[in-house]
């Protein structure tokens, strides 16, 4: 198997016009740039300070961001540079130095005063910050074989897991997620969420691996135990259907009960006690895909249903379909918040370039490697759209119009395009997950 640390080839992308490939390669480099401009002393911004005006709520881009932060960390791992490198251990100590008494790791530390932020908009916690961090660890430490950052911060990695493990509020096994406490912070999911359980499978893992690696078989054999029991009850709750797999040893809930009005094509988007969403969260069924926990036969079922309904037009890709509009039972009046999640804005249907370096590597995974190098291509014709500037990689895309709405030199944007040309290089079989 060839290394995925290669650089980007564009020859090997036959099916592409000579022009195609050099296009790639711009955007390549390109998305390397954008990345530079992220680098600080303190870690990876979430944007590009130089080239981002904030005001108002915006002030918090100035930040180390532990989800922004972790994610780049992860899809960075394979470009052997120094700056890169130590950017990813600033990021790391920036964030876990700030760890509040009872465990929690910051949503950010804003890069001119020090001070942390734990929580968003209306103070809710973040939750899945805590779960990127301590995954990024894990793939940090393995991927580079360097295990300080892990055995300097092993107790505060313990504690963030302890943190999390209350959230576990009736041992369930999943964890029961505060509303607008995730990436989508401005979006009204709760209980329990498809991406969060699925960041919260995969913290099970890779916090065994960490305790693994010092030693400690006993408690990693406790988390990778507990990982399984999630992963049984995750693909219970979150793909819905008649057939005999619903034949569990418990009573029937009030969701199962709505569950056998049909099968599901893809994980739905959120469970509550009393009432679930049928949407398809894109993000969390390629997260899930990728991460390992969701099998290719119902991995395939998803795509064919997610190319059905165009979710990579105009460009790769929206966060969700259909988008919610106002009047919907799922509606929420602060979605009108800074007009950030009107229908086709942000979290409500927008088109997120770092989503779309999933998509294609999703479809890579999948075994559809001509496909993948089309949408790579089309991403790249994304990510050269700008506001000010080409090649701005910005944060978000409206989902109509396709045109670039968030933040220019978007840190995870850059960092996802890089990691899908270098996923494009392996066999689908041995992709790292993540």
Not at 126 to 147: E, N
Not at 301 to 313: A, C, H, K, P, Y
Not at 378 to 404: D, M, P, Q
Request: proline share 4%; net charge negative.
């Amino acid at each position: 198997m060839e290394d995925s640390r290669v650089l980007f080839r564009p020859e090997e992308y036959r099916e592409l016009s000579k022009k195609e490939q050099q296009h790639l390669a711009l955007a390549y480099e390109k998305a390397i740039e954008a990345l530079r401009r992220n680098i600080t002393d303190k870690g990876f911004s979430a944007a590009s300070l130089e080239d981002n005006e904030v005001y108002g709520t915006d002030v918090n881009y100035r930040s180390i961001w532990a989800r922004d932060g972790g994610i780049t960390v992860i899809w960075t791992l394979d470009l052997e540079d120094e700056d890169i490198r130590r950017a990813q251990v600033a990021t790391f100590d920036t964030l876990l130095q700030c760890q509040s008494p009872t465990g929690q790791i910051p949503a950010n530390v804003r890069l001119d005063s020090g001070e942390p932020e734990y929580a968003g908009v209306g103070g809710i916690a973040s939750i899945d910050s805590v779960m990127w961090l301590i995954i990024s660890v894990a793939q940090y430490c393995q991927h580079t074989g360097d295990w300080d950052v892990a055995e300097r911060h092993l107790g505060r990695l313990q504690r963030a897991m302890d943190w999390l493990s209350a959230h576990d509020s009736n041992n369930c096994g999943l964890l029961e997620i505060p509303e607008a406490s995730d990436w989508a912070d401005l979006f009204g999911y709760s209980y329990h969420v498809l991406y969060d359980e699925v960041l919260w499978h995969r913290s099970l893992q890779c916090f065994s691996d960490i305790l693994r690696h010092f030693g400690e078989e006993e408690r990693a054999n406790d988390y990778a135990g507990h990982a399984e029991h999630v992963a049984k009850v995750f693909l219970r709750q979150f793909w819905p259907t008649t057939g005999k797999e619903r034949s569990i040893d418990r009573p029937p809930s009030f969701t199962d009960t709505q569950y056998s009005l049909g099968d599901a094509r893809y994980l739905v988007a959120q469970i509550t006690p009393f009432s679930f969403s049928w949407r398809c969260d894109v993000y969390g069924n390629l997260l899930a895909y990728l991460t390992g926990l969701l099998d290719r036969e119902r991995a395939m079922m998803t795509f064919r249903f997610l190319w059905g309904v165009g979710i990579n037009e105009p460009w790769p890709v929206k966060n969700l379909y259909p988008p919610v509009q106002a009047g919907d039972p799922e509606w929420r009046s602060y979605y009108a918040v800074n007009l950030l999640n009107l229908p086709s804005h942000y979290h409500n249907g927008g088109i997120w370039p770092f989503i779309g370096g999933m998509w294609v590597r999703y479809l890579h995974k999948l075994g559809m490697g001509d496909l993948a190098r089309r949408e790579l291509l089309k991403l790249a014709n994304l990510c050269a759209e700008g506001i000010g500037n080409e090649w701005e990689f910005n944060e978000w895309h409206h989902g109509v119009t396709g045109r670039a709405m968030g933040k220019a030199y978007q840190a995870w944007s850059a960092a996802s395009f890089i990691r899908a040309c270098h996923d494009l290089h392996v066999d689908p079989e041995t992709i790292k997950t993540l």
